[in-house]
């Protein structure tokens, strides 16, 4: 008895001397706290901004403080409202970020590395050693093959369009989700979203998103527009934009079992439809395609994210996920209402309603039409495109020595403050 007492304790000393081991050459991996000093990775990890709350509808306007003139309105890219800047502002610091120097080199991970200058750089990993790296309608193509995102990875990358929590306080202002018919709309505004609750009648209403050029202020309720690649991060920046399409669709959803939400993505290839149903199916379409999958409804509200990224059809149920490719033809004229929901059946709520879009990569004229890496050699950029100097400026990429490992953030709200 005593000797096996003895053997399970040696055991125990040993594992704990080795998780001691372990958790310090952990540590020794992460340096010191970093101060992020350029804003080319926004909106994702911000350099020095300005920072300001909309006096129309009370959303967080955040502008880069080296691409911000505050002697000019600033326009609310959420409602629309110009107004100007507080005259006592002040700039502030950039996210704060410590270094694993021990996380693998993964592509649509962030990383920092020494530049060319000797200064350190703070871009997202795109192409691997050996690769070539071309663009086209803002996508990034590796050999010759488009990379594509998953759900998870399209969070990390994604851009905001639209904050549905965040509305005017006027009634003049244009609403961008709108239920219609409205005279039989079976849809209702909330204080947090929209609830829908079927009607004996069985008639058709959908909820629609109409956009708006956020900085063409004031709005104008007769004239949407499509979705194009504006940065309001870059708020005194002017350039020509793109027309975006890959966007998706944020909501914490709560459906009753007899429920089926139906999304529709009006796309230049035509429409995409996700139903989600209470009952436990998730099922993507387009033409002649579709693919199916079993869900977990579960009780209370769950996140869900579905939308088109990468020329593929994407979605995330709580934890689950999954894509679909998209057999793309560019057939007909981008839409002014990209984005629809309907639902049949049952009751439903959404709440934390959010539109957002996909990074547009695009490579100024003036550069190289393709980057070849050699061996050794990563291709990186910047999250903010217009104003990033990146991958798409250097020849031949970043060698591997001059990484210094992951980047991750500290929470803005818990983290070490601004």
């Known amino acids: 008895m005593r000797s096996t007492c003895l053997r399970l304790a ?6 704990t001397a080795c998780y001691a081991v372990t958790q310090s050459d952990r540590l020794r991996g992460m340096s010191q706290s970093h101060t992020v000093v350029s804003g080319s990775m926004a909106a994702a990890i911000l350099g020095p901004h300005y920072r300001q709350e909309c006096a129309e509808c009370r959303f967080t306007l955040i502008c880069g403080a080296d691409t911000t003139d ?4 600033v326009v609310c890219p959420n409602c629309g409202e110009s107004q100007s800047w507080k005259a006592d502002i002040l700039p502030q ?45 803002g996508d990034v193509f590796a050999n010759g093959n488009r990379l594509q995102k ?49 009607a004996e009648s069985g008639d058709k209403s959908v909820l ?37 399409d890959d966007v998706a669709v944020e909501a914490d959803v709560t459906l009753a ?27 993507l379409q387009h033409g002649s395609q579709h693919r199916s999958w079993v869900i977990y409804p579960g009780r209370g509200a769950k996140n869900l994210l579905v939308g088109i990224c990468d020329r593929q059809a994407i979605w995330q149920w709580g934890e689950a996920s999954g894509t679909m490719e998209l057999r ?11 984005v629809e929901v309907a639902a049949s059946g049952g009751k439903a709520r959404l709440t934390n309603l959010r539109l957002w879009r996909d990074v547009y990569y695009f490579r100024p004229a003036y550069l190289q039409r393709q980057q070849m890496l050699s061996r050794g050699s990563w291709f990186v950029l910047g999250d903010n495109v217009p104003v990033s100097v990146d991958g798409r400026h250097q020849q031949g990429g970043v060698r591997g020595k001059r990484f210094l490992g992951e980047v991750n953030i500290w929470p803005r709200e818990s983290g070490p403050s601004n």
């Open 10 to 15: 040696m055991l125990l000393a040993v594992f």
């Open 70 to 73: 505050v002697r000019q309105n």
């Open 93 to 137: 610091r950039g996210d704060a970020a410590w270094i694993d120097t021990n996380a693998p080199m993964r592509r649509w991970h962030v990383f920092a590395y020494h530049n060319d200058n000797g200064e350190t750089g703070v871009k997202r990993l795109i192409g691997m050693p050996g690769e070539q790296i071309t663009f086209n309608e």
């Open 150 to 198: 998953t759900a998870s990875q399209f969070r990390h990358v994604r851009q905001l369009i639209h904050d549905d929590r965040f509305q005017p306080s006027s009634a003049n202002a244009p609403q961008r989700w709108r239920a219609v018919p409205v005279s039989t709309t079976q849809w209702q505004r909330t204080s947090n979203g929209w609830s829908f609750a079927a």
């Open 208 to 244: 629609r998103y109409h956009h708006f050029l956020a900085y063409e202020s004031p709005l104008s309720s007769d004239t949407p527009q499509v979705i194009q690649d504006d940065c309001p991060y870059n708020a005194n920046i002017s350039r020509s934009l793109n027309t975006v």
């Open 257 to 283: 079992k007899e429920t089926c939400l139906i999304w529709r993505f009006a796309t230049r290839s035509g429409d995409v439809i996700v139903r989600v149903q209470g009952s436990g199916h998730l099922r």
């Open 328 to 338: 793309w033809r560019n057939e007909r004229h981008a839409s002014v209402t990209p």
